[in-house]
């Protein structure tokens, strides 16, 4: 396992690159265990806080696994197993484990959202949805605009739970980084961006119970898509 010396304005980048590449060309596989940081450094010609910047961004999206007292692993692909693994398959599955995330979280979100909104954040939550799902755009351009994190933060925002919003928050960003690289097909997210509505909908009613049904349904949805994308 030979890595190549890094030159770049933003370097500890010019790592993760690498690192994906090696997968992709299968010098890397899920479950192996990475050189010491010492060893990094000299073969990669970064300093020490660089090369952990790199690590903390993968760790972060769920790519690596770092064990105490053990080192640092790629991530074994726990969703789906495949012959051979490429960087984008575990970035799927690390995708997965955050809607999992989502599903556990969000569905409570939901309710409280449906429960303590003001009217304020209900009219806003409406204009979101008119905005953001009531144009005729690419999936890029939505995506671009990061419009699915807006609209979910501001229905965390409107359960008025400070610890919820910085959690979901911290997911919804995961989220986003690993989305770019597990696109949805466009219809699947015109089917998803329509849920949305009926989300927002349950909300003004103030249905608690509606309100998770839908956000539940949402998310399921999205898992059903990604594994659909997955054995494609």
């Known amino acids: 396992m030979n890595f190549k010396k890094v030159r770049n304005v933003r370097l500890y980048e010019t790592i993760i690159q690498q690192i994906r590449q090696m997968i992709d060309e299968g010098k890397l596989q899920p479950g192996d265990k990475f050189p010491s940081e010492r060893e990094l450094m000299v073969q ?7 090369l952990r910047e790199a690590f903390r961004v993968l760790e972060s999206r769920g790519l690596v696994e770092s064990k105490p007292g053990g080192g640092r692993y790629l991530r074994n692909v726990s969703g789906f197993q495949l012959i051979t693994c490429s960087a984008e398959d575990i970035e799927r599955d690390a995708l997965l484990e955050v809607v999992e995330a989502r599903e556990i979280i969000e569905v409570k979100i939901v309710r409280l959202a449906a429960k303590r909104a003001t009217e304020e954040e209900i009219e806003r939550l409406v204009e979101l949805d008119k905005e953001f799902h009531g144009n005729d755009m690419s999936i890029r351009e939505y995506m671009d605009k990061d419009r699915d994190l807006f609209f979910h933060l501001a229905i965390a925002e409107s ?30 997210w015109l089917n998803l961006c329509k849920q949305h509505g009926d989300i927002v909908r349950a909300i003004v009613k103030r249905d608690e119970e509606e309100a998770a049904k839908k956000m539940a349904l949402h998310l399921s949805e999205l898992r059903r898509d990604l594994l659909k994308r997955c054995f494609s």
């Open 44 to 50: 990669m010609g970064v300093s020490r806080s660089i």
């Open 159 to 188: 359960a008025h739970n400070f610890i919820l919003k910085e959690v979901i928050s911290h997911i919804l960003n995961i989220s986003k980084e690993l989305r770019e690289k597990t696109i949805l097909d466009y219809d699947d």
